[in-house]
């Protein structure tokens, strides 16, 4: 049984950093893309980020790019989102994810596993 397991969400501070993590287990993701998707309440899920298989630099939803960085790690299964000068906007639940492919896609739909979401609340 395939599972992500996102960690690290809390409220913090307008500024703050946070750090999330994402433990997969299951399958073998080595060659597969993954990363991150946030929604916020009452908007529809958004892309946050995502890395190839091999790793290498993310590609970041403009929102975040400057502020936000993927990193992952084949040998432990993991997947992190560093998260630097939060805003309010910030605020969601963010979702680990992953699809079988090594192609990277903006949409939600196309990814075919999800963890269960942790929530990040920024305060200004």
């Known amino acids: 049984q395939v599972q992500l397991v996102e960690s690290g969400g809390g409220s913090v501070q307008a500024g703050s950093s946070l750090r999330l993590s994402c433990v997969a287990s299951g399958r073998n993701f080595n060659h597969s893309a993954m990363g991150w998707f946030r929604q916020a309440p009452g908007k529809e899920r958004e892309y946050v980020g995502v890395?190839?298989?091999?790793?290498?630099?993310?590609y970041l939803a403009d929102s975040v790019r400057g502020r936000f960085a993927i990193s992952r790690d084949n040998l432990e299964n993991t997947i992190d989102l560093q998260m630097n000068s939060l805003k309010s906007e910030d605020t969601a639940i963010y979702y680990c994810?992953?699809?079988?492919?090594?192609?990277?896609?903006?949409?939600?739909?196309?990814?075919?596993?999800w963890g269960q979401g942790t929530r990040v609340t920024v305060s200004s």
């Open positions: 890395v190839h298989g091999s790793g290498g630099n993310a």
């Open positions: 994810i992953a699809r079988v492919r090594d192609t990277i896609v903006f949409y939600p739909e196309f990814y075919d596993y």
